[in-house]
């Protein structure tokens, strides 16, 4: 398989505040990976789709300016979510693609105060 | 991409082979049967993958229909660290892909 690492892997702030979290791919390059949410007791809804050196797609209801997507390297994808509110508490998971097949992160657990 | 139905839950005896079913009756030509599992709390994890001809890895064997209209994960022998969501999604694979994940088949694995 494939090595996918996020950090942090849980991470707690308050109101109003950015967190950023990373993305990376430890033993291979990508030139794309994907940014995924999910709320407890519910499958993963892709947010975007990052891509190395251009911006990111966003599905449909996601908002780009509240979640910044910066896919700077073929091993690192960031995800910004901008002034954070309580509902944006969820369980963020990141993939990558090596040889056509997905290979995800271990996820961060954000907790928005 | 093709929807996929799966049952919401299943249970296994532990040591014994776990079936775990997926209907894609609109599968396209070009579209992989993938099969992920999520053990909670975690980020999902690559099982398999096959396009028309049966799969079989280290984890698992993928069983797909001639008409490709289902499937079947076979883990040989199950244990209690089995116990996960199983998801099985199609796609067309390639570099920009993306996969929908649906609600999946939970499966206990029971002492």
């Known amino acids: 398989g494939a090595v996918v690492s996020q950090h942090p892997s849980w991470v707690i702030c308050k109101s109003g505040t950015s967190v950023k979290i990373e993305c990376r791919s430890l033993?291979?390059?990508?030139?794309?990976m994907f940014w995924y949410r999910q709320f407890p007791k519910q499958s993963l809804m892709l947010m975007a789709t990052s891509n190395e050196g251009s911006k990111a797609t966003y599905e449909q209801g996601v908002e780009k300016d509240k979640f910044l997507i910066n896919h700077a390297s073929l091993t690192l994808s960031t995800l910004t979510v901008t002034s954070a509110h309580p509902e944006d508490s969820s369980f963020y998971i990141c993939?990558?693609?090596?040889?056509?097949?997905?290979?995800f992160g271990p996820g961060t657990r954000l907790l928005v105060l | 991409d093709a929807k996929t139905t799966q049952p919401p839950s299943m249970d296994c005896a532990e040591g014994r082979a776990a079936n775990l079913p997926c209907n894609h009756s609109?599968?396209?030509?070009?579209?992989?049967v993938y099969w992920y599992r999520q053990i909670h709390s975690q980020g999902p994890q690559y099982i398999i993958h096959?396009?028309?001809n049966n799969e079989t890895n280290e984890m698992a064997s993928l069983i797909i229909t001639e008409d490709r209209k289902s499937s079947t994960l076979i883990l040989p022998h199950a244990t209690l660290r089995d116990t996960a969501v199983y998801y099985c999604i199609v796609g067309s694979g390639g570099s920009n892909y993306k996969l929908t994940f649906g609600k999946g088949t939970l499966l206990t694995v029971n002492p």
């Open positions: 096959g396009l028309k």
């Open positions: 609109t599968i396209s030509g070009n579209e992989y």
């Open positions: 993939s990558a693609i090596k040889q056509e097949t997905q290979y």
């Open positions: 033993d291979f390059q990508a030139t794309t």
